[in-house]
């Protein structure tokens, strides 16, 4: 078994050499070895070497590629010259070591390069190179799209150009903080995108462009416009209103960018103001109302407006005027409230007639006449917003009263007047009748306008006690009746006062209220009256005779100049046109004798007693004898007419001249001493004279 053992010893050897081919195949590998980093950054225009070592094998073929274009070809250490293409002639160059040299490199060449290094035999090997070339950045200016950032619109972007240079890193910056991709902000090589910008996006935007070899920072300041926002409306003084006259001035500000100008409008016209602000000096009524202030983004023409309303308020002139009217219906009371005239007009309400209703100015309220109303008083609320006031009224039916007859003389004609005035609210109408007949407006019988005065013309007053009227006065809380019987002319009471010394007398009369008359014969029976100087006195007059007219209206007057010493006799005879009426009762004045008097005179002289009876008895045939010569001058006396004359006759019995004329002491002295008294009755004490029914009668 020798060759076994050979096989054996064959294999051992063909082992052993394999395993020395394997480790000396190893040693003969072609290697490449960086001499610097992989990754070179260059400026422009520098030169740049990417430097290699090879080992591994003599001569191998070396080719660099740009990206995947194959630029230069040499096979190392030959001493043919390298293959580089033309174009890149210029640049590149080999150096023998195999390392790629970039003469002036220009930005282009910004690129992957790949060195591969072939042997015949052997592995390839291969590296990468990356050569970032730069440029120095500057001119970098930042421009934005729009030119103005508006809020509210959709986006707003900011670009840079830089000039030539090429930057690997970009940042912005918002007030100094880093912007970051979001909803908001949008940031890519070239450009910032905001989207839906408003006013907080205002402020200082910056960016950093860098390289290895230059970092640029650029600032741009970003101002948003907005607005006008809502604008804000004022009144100076602050007040709710203001008073005719007062002064004031209106502000309206709104905030935006730029400043928003502000306009103030009234009534369709725009006013002067000033940066909004209004002034208005002696403001009147007609100046209150809404006032428009109008702000207006100038360059973004956005505008807003905003009313104001000033209230200029002046007071109602005078105070609230209550009235109350009978409606045509007769059956309803109109309660009237007046306050016109104010700014606003006042409110005006019967709160005791209606809670709810009310009016500006006038109210009229219509009510049913019910006798609750009647004298009660219904107050108007009247309020403004300056004063507070009100009025009153009270409706009251007829009250009572007299009726009132007058006389006058036109034209020869005589004219009656009665009025018949109920005092009522509101006014009573007045109806007339004679009779049972109506009396209307013609040509004898007038009434007036208001109806309470019925004037009766051509008036025969002989006839007068044949009128008998009726007025009746009503308003729709009721009415009152008055029946009138006219008379003749009368006198019901008569009085005569002594002055003083007993030189002169004041007469006075009074006549019935429904009596007509146009004046009074004043006359007397006496002495004439003296002459200032004569104090001789005159014998007596037997016959009465007038001294004096009075009209109508008169029921008084003086009779001066009497003899103090003398008896005088007074009467008043009315009368109507021709008419006369009956006199008056006759009233004496002279000097009588008071009672001591007269006793003393009797104790102190018996035989004067004598003296005393006989000059009564010569009395009374005086009376007696002047009684029946003034029969003849009867007057035609009413029944009616003279009824009145008996009762105020008696009315009138104690008579004031008398007790004036015992008074006056001095006076009757003088008269006994001077030898007695006249043919007249003076000696009486308190005597009344005459007996007015019986003077009445006999007259
Ligand atoms: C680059 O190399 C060229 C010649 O190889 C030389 O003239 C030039 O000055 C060099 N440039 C720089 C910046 O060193
Ligand atoms: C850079 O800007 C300046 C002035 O703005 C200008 O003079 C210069 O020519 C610009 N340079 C380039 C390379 O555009
Ligand atoms: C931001 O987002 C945009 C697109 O959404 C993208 O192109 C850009 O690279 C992003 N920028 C940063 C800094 O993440
Ligand atoms: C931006 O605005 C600020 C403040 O108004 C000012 O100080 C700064 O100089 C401005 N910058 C530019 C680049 O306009
Ligand atoms: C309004 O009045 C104020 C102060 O009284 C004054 O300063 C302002 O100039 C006035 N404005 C106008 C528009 O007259
Ligand atoms: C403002 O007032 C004017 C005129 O009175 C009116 O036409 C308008 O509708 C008002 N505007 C507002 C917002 O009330
Ligand atoms: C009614 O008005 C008068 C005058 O205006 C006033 O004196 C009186 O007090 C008023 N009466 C009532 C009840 O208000
Ligand atoms: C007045 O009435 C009387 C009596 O009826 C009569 O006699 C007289 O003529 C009348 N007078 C006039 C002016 O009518």
Not at 285 to 301: A, D, F, K, M, S
Request: proline share 7%.
């Amino acid at each position: 078994m020798p060759s076994h053992q050979f096989c054996v010893h064959t294999l051992f050897v063909f082992k052993v050499t394999l395993w020395l081919f394997v480790i000396k195949g190893l040693n003969c590998a072609l290697t490449i070895s960086l001499r610097g980093p992989s990754l070179v950054n260059a400026t422009v225009g520098s030169n740049v070497t990417l430097g290699v070592t090879i080992l591994g094998a003599p001569h191998p073929v070396v080719t660099w590629k740009m990206g995947s274009l194959p630029v230069v070809t040499w096979n190392l250490g030959s001493t043919d010259a390298p293959s580089i293409s033309p174009m890149n002639q210029d640049v590149l160059k080999i150096e023998a070591d195999g390392s790629l040299v970039f003469k002036n490199v220009p930005l282009v060449y910004s690129n992957t390069y790949t060195l591969e290094v072939v042997k015949v035999g052997m592995e390839t090997a291969l590296t990468k190179f990356l050569l970032k070339v730069y440029d120095y950045i500057y001119n970098v200016s930042v421009s934005a799209t729009p030119v103005d950032a508006v809020e509210g619109t959709a986006t707003f972007s900011l670009q840079y150009s830089s000039v030539p240079g090429e930057a690997d890193q970009w940042r912005w910056y918002f007030n100094s903080v880093e912007i970051q991709n979001s909803s908001h902000y949008t940031v890519n090589q070239k450009s910032l995108v905001i989207s839906q910008p408003n006013r907080t996006d205002t402020g200082l935007y910056t960016l950093v462009l860098a390289n290895p070899f230059s970092a640029v920072t650029s600032h741009r300041n970003i101002t948003v416009l907005y607005g006008p926002d809502e604008p804000v409306l004022e009144v100076s003084p602050s007040q709710a209103f203001f008073v005719s006259g007062e002064s004031l001035s209106l502000s309206c500000q709104a905030v935006g960018i730029p400043l928003p100008s502000a306009s103030w409008m009234f009534g369709g016209q725009t006013l002067v103001s000033q940066e909004g602000c209004l002034n208005l000096t002696d403001v009147q009524t007609n100046q209150g109302g809404v006032y428009t202030c109008e702000v207006l983004n100038r360059n973004t023409g956005v505008h807003r407006r905003k009313n104001l309303t000033l209230n200029v308020y002046e007071r109602p002139k005078g105070e609230p005027l209550c009235l109350v009217y009978a409606t045509s219906g007769i059956y309803d009371l109109q309660f009237h409230c007046q306050w016109q005239g104010g700014t606003p007009e006042a409110w005006l309400s019967f709160p005791a007639l209606n809670s709810t209703a009310g009016g500006a100015g006038e109210l009229i309220l219509t009510t049913p006449a019910s006798q609750d109303l009647n004298g009660r008083t219904v107050v108007c609320r009247a309020s403004h917003p300056l004063h507070q006031s009100q009025c009153n009224v009270t409706a009251c039916g007829p009250a009572n009263f007299l009726p009132k007859v007058t006389t006058m003389e036109q034209n020869g004609q005589i004219v009656v007047c009665i009025q018949c005035y109920s005092p009522a609210m509101p006014s009573s109408i007045v109806t007339w009748s004679k009779g049972s007949e109506l009396l209307a407006s013609g040509t004898q019988y007038q009434i007036n306008k208001d109806t309470t005065q019925l004037s009766i013309f051509n008036f025969n007053s002989s006839t007068a006690p044949l009128h008998t009227y009726t007025c009746n006065c009503g308003n729709p809380l009721g009415n009152t009746s008055k029946y009138i019987q006219l008379l003749g002319p009368t006198i019901s009471n008569f009085h005569v006062f002594p002055n003083g010394d007993g030189s002169a007398v004041t007469i006075t009369w009074e006549i019935p209220p429904t009596s007509v008359i146009t004046g009074f014969d004043i006359q007397m029976r006496g002495p004439s009256l003296l002459a200032k100087h004569v104090r001789r006195r005159k014998r007596a007059n037997d016959n009465f005779r007038s001294i004096q007219q009075e009209p109508g209206t008169s029921r008084s007057t003086n009779i001066s100049a009497l003899d103090s010493k003398s008896t005088y006799y007074f009467r008043v005879i009315p009368f109507a046109g021709e008419t006369l009426g009956l006199p008056s009762v006759v009233l004496r004045l002279g000097p009588v004798l008071s009672q001591p008097q007269v006793i003393g005179l009797a104790a102190g002289i018996p035989c004067g007693v004598l003296f005393i009876l006989l000059l009564v008895g010569f009395i009374c045939l005086c009376v007696y004898c002047s009684r029946r010569k003034r029969d003849a001058n009867r007057y035609p006396v009413a029944r009616a007419v003279e009824k009145v004359v008996s009762t105020q006759t008696h009315i009138n019995t104690p008579s004031c001249l008398l007790t004036g004329g015992i008074k006056d002491l001095p006076d009757y002295n003088r008269k006994i001493t001077q030898g007695g008294p006249t043919e007249r009755c003076a000696p009486l004490p308190r005597f009344v004279y005459p007996p007015p029914v019986r003077t009445a009668t006999i007259v």
